[in-house]
């Protein structure tokens, strides 16, 4: 059974600092992963997918890296803005049924 | 384009009445899943439908839980004689059914059950 673990649980950083989020998963056999964000009482907004064959994506300010072979992968955030607040959620892609599994959430927050 | 959409966004029901939530996946997208987000348990996988294919329910937790698909589009979750701990955020996503990019799964904003 996949099983996904995200640390650390909650982050406070100020304003401005570069930031790493990780991400871990049991299961190697993956299809992809996704990197979501979650505001307070929203949905899940998908911030960057990584297919299994990939190593890394890059979005804006945000990088995502994927080893597969150590069910590893983080979250990089360059520059921090306090807008950047929000529950980081990573999920992996598993089984013939495509369904994510999701780790348990790292809750950012950047002070001013 | 419209996004995922989810209807009703807050439903509070009593103990033991059935109740309905609905999503409409975006258009084209021919896979559907339904999610369930709750304070104990994470989000975890409930249901997915792709095309005319039978859905996977290995995530549905109980036969009071239900889903349909007609038309291979808008798609209901039936959760019937509703317990305190069905409460919980209930999410559904779509994605494409092919392609390199088939797989990422977009999300709608949720519907928020309360059982009283």
């Known amino acids: 059974k996949q099983e996904v673990t995200q640390i650390p649980a909650a982050l406070s950083v100020p304003e401005g600092e570069n930031l790493v989020l990780n991400c871990s998963f049991t299961?190697?056999?993956?299809?992809?992963l996704q990197w979501f964000r979650q505001d307070p009482g929203k949905g899940l907004t998908s911030l960057l997918l990584?297919?299994?064959?990939?190593r890394e994506q890059t979005s804006g300010r945000l990088n995502a890296s994927l080893d597969k072979s150590s069910g590893r992968s983080t979250l990089y955030i360059a520059a921090s803005q306090p807008g950047d607040s929000a529950t980081y959620l990573c999920?992996?892609?598993?089984?013939?049924?495509?369904?994510?599994?999701f780790g348990t959430g790292t809750r950012l927050q950047v002070t001013l | 384009g419209a996004g995922v959409s989810q209807s009703p966004s807050n439903k509070v029901t009593e103990k033991g009445k059935d109740v309905e939530l609905r999503c409409d996946p975006i258009s084209g997208h021919t896979a559907l899943y339904w999610y369930r987000q709750s304070l104990g348990q994470g989000l975890e996988f409930l249901i997915y439908f792709q095309g005319n294919s039978a859905p996977d329910k290995s995530g549905l937790p109980s036969d009071r839980f239900s889903a349909e698909r007609t038309g291979g589009s808008v798609s209901t979750l039936t959760i019937q004689r509703t317990q305190q701990e069905d409460s919980a955020v209930y999410l559904c996503a779509s994605s494409l059914g092919g392609g390199s990019k088939a797989y990422e799964q977009y999300f709608g904003p949720g519907t928020r059950l309360t059982v009283t």
């Open positions: 999920a992996v892609l598993t089984g013939t049924a495509s369904k994510l599994t």
């Open positions: 299961d190697s056999a993956i299809y992809n």
């Open positions: 990584i297919q299994s064959s990939q």
